[in-house]
T-cell receptor, first 111, second 112 residues
């Protein structure tokens, strides 16, 4: 079983839509949860970082963590064409030396 | 500007010809790592380094070598490249485990 599972998409939505991106993980020791955004021909960049269950909001982006079901989500409100990218979830633990990533969900926001 | 710099960005080479991909960061980060990214498989960690002279295997270390002689540099060495190492490679650095990573823009390797 993979440590982190993520639907690869692609997910295509019209501009202005609410987008929901999801991951599940298997390791109950995970303590922090990151989301990275990766544009084509670029490296991933940090988008959101949270370490507790519940919601964390930053502008149009909301990260949601449910540790009891090992389920993490990223919501994008009022999606824009500039949000078109691949989104990678990255849960982990502070006492782990390694980083873990989901395989990424490709999002296309159509004008 | 804080950045991770990888070179080369693109390389086409042949089986068995040793190559090195360089990685340098200017953030004084202790933790550095190499990943390969393949369709459907996502980012997989090859090697990581917790500090100078301290390196360890990630999930897919076979066929790769690394060294960390200076804090800022973390080269990836393919001593005898094979076609199954054709991939997109990323170097990343962070201030420590559990901290957000800064990624380079990637190196696309094609091994013929």
């Amino acid at each position: 079983q993979k440590e982190v599972e993520q639907d690869p998409g692609p997910l295509s939505v019209p501009e202005g839509a609410i987008v929901s991106l999801n991951c599940t993980y298997s390791n109950s020791a995970f303590q922090y949860f990151m989301w990275y955004r990766q544009y084509s021909r670029k490296g991933p960049e940090l988008l959101m970082y949270t370490y507790s269950s519940g919601n964390k909001e930053d502008g149009r982006f909301t990260a949601q963590v449910d540790k009891s079901s090992k389920y993490i989500s990223l919501f994008i409100r009022d999606s824009q064409p500039s949000d078109s990218a691949t989104y990678l979830c990255a849960p982990g633990a502070y006492n782990f030396n390694k980083f873990y990533f989901g395989s990424g969900t490709k999002l296309n926001v159509k004008p | 500007e804080a950045q991770v710099t990888q070179n080369p960005r693109y390389l086409i080479t042949v089986t068995g010809k040793k190559l090195t991909v360089t990685c340098s960061q200017n953030m004084n980060h202790e933790y550095m790592s190499w990943y390969r990214q393949d369709p459907g498989l996502g980012l997989r960690q090859i090697y990581y380094s917790m500090n100078v002279e301290v390196t360890d295997k990630g999930d897919v270390p076979e066929g790769y070598k690394v060294s960390r002689k200076e804090k800022r540099n973390f080269p990836l060495i393919l001593e005898s490249p094979s076609p199954n190492q054709t991939s997109l490679y990323f170097c990343a650095s962070s201030s420590g485990v559990g901290q957000p990573q800064h990624f380079g823009d990637g190196t696309r390797l094609s091994i013929l």
